[in-house]
């Protein structure tokens, strides 16, 4: 008797010590492909500059290699700009990323999250749950609030619970398990929408991270989150930068911002404001996905902002009714380069070299941001071609 129980605890104790050993050359190898991210990244584009409260804003120019493709000469033929926020409408904040009890790591009640989401004034809410959809009956939804039906998908490697999450959206059920682009495709085919969440994540023993290698292989998703209760903001917001400039305006990828709610006080971390049509009623799943499919609205941690294009200006200012005073807007070309930077609100006339423009918005009081989706910068065919 003696003898089996020795041998099991040594089984035991071997079995413990190969488990470590496993985690600890995941962690290592995960580690690796970062640090040759970071260096690969190094140089390509610096997050843009920040002010520290209350500072004087600083215009430095972060160092940026040339943005891909060619680089275009000054404007000789008609330029054309395209703005994302066309068009009439107003604004309505929603919420792409919350967990309930049905996820292990959430600790509030699914109805209970929708109710404290409609109470701040949210016109729609994604429950992403892990690995699940989770649904309410249509009488627990609160009034003026659109559930949009969602989940975390585990995009698992090397073995459960490790890997990447993506948040699928407008989805009825969760994912089959298949490789990365498979993970997409299946959810373009169910009619949803992918979001890469909190890309540099280090958790799951390091396994959390989309690096750019992946995510520039990988097609058919439109959002990817660069802030939340989870993200490296600053690396995130490089990162997503740096795939635009090399997807290009035929391949999409509008910037998200959520909360990754799992309890009470995670609530107004980040959250999108869509530009919607209609007034008054709350926006149809119908009009949240188009404008989600089409950029109709931008990330925020805070700051209300109206980013605009008006012939070939790029706009930006603190939203009606919003103050101004202590607000930065920083706007940035493809290359990385900021070309202006504007106290209380501005405009920044385009060239024609830009690739696109992008406009973060900064309150340098709290140090809460605001990003625009890009406008994308081109010339106009020319008649004779
Ligand atoms: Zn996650
Ligand atoms: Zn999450």
Same mark, same amino acid.
């Given at each position: 008797?003696?003898?089996?129980?020795?041998?099991?605890?040594?089984?035991?104790?071997?079995?413990?010590?190969?488990?470590?050993?496993?985690?600890?050359?995941?962690?290592?190898?995960?580690?690796?492909?970062?640090?040759?991210?970071? /260096? /690969?990244?190094?140089?390509?584009?610096?997050?843009?500059?920040?002010?520290?409260?209350?500072?004087?804003?600083?215009?430095?120019?972060?160092?940026?290699?040339?943005?891909?493709?060619?680089?275009?000469?000054?404007?000789?033929?008609?330029?054309?700009?395209?703005?994302?926020?066309?068009?009439?409408?107003?604004?309505?904040?929603?919420?792409?990323?919350?967990?309930?009890?049905?996820?292990?790591?959430?600790?509030?009640?699914?109805?209970?999250?929708?109710?404290?989401?409609?109470? !701040?004034?949210?016109?729609?809410?994604?429950?992403?749950?892990?690995?699940?959809?989770?649904?309410?009956?249509?009488?627990?939804?609160?009034?003026?609030?659109?559930?949009?039906?969602?989940?975390?998908?585990?995009?698992?490697?090397?073995?459960?619970?490790?890997?990447?999450?993506?948040?699928?959206?407008?989805?009825? !059920?969760?994912?089959?398990?298949?490789?990365?682009?498979?993970?997409?495709?299946?959810?373009?085919?169910?009619?949803?929408?992918?979001?890469?969440?909190?890309?540099?994540?280090?958790?799951?023993?390091?396994?959390?991270? +989309?690096?750019?290698?992946?995510?520039?292989?990988?097609? @058919?998703?439109?959002?990817?989150?660069?802030?939340?209760?989870?993200?490296?903001?600053?690396?995130?917001?490089?990162?997503?930068?740096?795939?635009?400039?090399?997807?290009?305006?035929?391949?999409?990828?509008?910037?998200?911002?959520?909360?990754?709610?799992?309890?009470?006080?995670?609530?107004?971390?980040?959250?999108?404001?869509?530009?919607?049509?209609?007034? @008054?009623?709350?926006?149809?799943?119908?009009?949240?996905?188009?404008?989600?499919?089409?950029?109709?609205?931008?990330?925020?941690?805070?700051?209300?902002?109206?980013?605009?294009?008006?012939?070939?200006?790029?706009?930006?200012?603190?939203?009606?009714?919003?103050?101004?005073?202590?607000?930065?807007?920083?706007?940035?070309?493809?290359?990385?380069?900021?070309?202006?930077?504007?106290?209380? @609100?501005?405009?920044?006339?385009?060239?024609?070299?830009?690739?696109?423009?992008?406009?973060?918005?900064?309150?340098?009081?709290?140090?809460?941001?605001? +990003?625009?989706?890009?406008?994308?910068?081109?010339?106009?065919?020319?008649?004779?071609?």
């Amino acid at each position: 008797m003696a003898g089996w129980m020795q041998i099991l605890v040594s089984a035991a104790a071997g079995l413990f010590v190969l488990a470590v050993l496993l985690a600890a050359a995941t962690a290592w190898v995960q580690e690796r492909r970062y640090r040759r991210d970071r /260096q /690969q990244n190094a140089g390509w584009i610096a997050p843009a500059p920040r002010s520290a409260p209350g500072a004087p804003d600083s215009v430095a120019t972060p160092a940026g290699a040339p943005p891909a493709g060619n680089p275009v000469r000054r404007a000789r033929r008609p330029l054309v700009a395209v703005n994302p926020y066309e068009g009439e409408g107003h604004y309505v904040p929603v919420q792409l990323h919350a967990h309930t009890t049905r996820s292990r790591d959430g600790a509030v009640e699914p109805e209970a999250v929708a109710a404290q989401y409609a109470a !701040a004034g949210f016109a729609a809410l994604a429950l992403t749950d892990h690995d699940q959809v989770t649904l309410l009956p249509p009488g627990q939804v609160p009034a003026g609030l659109t559930l949009i039906p969602g989940e975390e998908d585990t995009v698992i490697e090397p073995v459960w619970p490790l890997g990447r999450h993506m948040v699928r959206l407008f989805v009825a !059920a969760p994912n089959r398990p298949a490789s990365p682009q498979g993970r997409i495709d299946q959810t373009c085919t169910a009619g949803g929408l992918a979001c890469m969440a909190h890309p540099h994540w280090p958790g799951g023993l390091g396994s959390g991270r +989309w690096l750019y290698p992946e995510l520039s292989a990988l097609r @058919g998703y439109h959002l990817m989150e660069i802030h939340s209760r989870f993200s490296i903001t600053d690396e995130d917001v490089a990162l997503w930068h740096r795939l635009l400039a090399t997807r290009g305006p035929e391949n999409p990828l509008w910037c998200v911002a959520s909360d990754d709610f799992h309890r009470p006080d995670h609530l107004g971390w980040g959250w999108i404001m869509v530009k919607t049509g209609a007034s @008054g009623q709350p926006p149809s799943l119908e009009v949240l996905k188009r404008a989600l499919r089409s950029g109709a609205f931008y990330a925020t941690s805070g700051p209300l902002v109206r980013f605009g294009l008006e012939g070939l200006r790029v706009e930006a200012e603190a939203a009606a009714g919003q103050a101004s005073r202590g607000m930065v807007f920083r706007f940035l070309d493809a290359a990385g380069q900021v070309r202006k930077s504007a106290h209380g @609100g501005g405009a920044l006339e385009l060239e024609g070299d830009e690739g696109f423009v992008r406009v973060e918005a900064e309150d340098t009081r709290t140090g809460r941001r605001a +990003w625009s989706q890009p406008f994308w910068v081109r010339m106009a065919r020319s008649r004779h071609a």
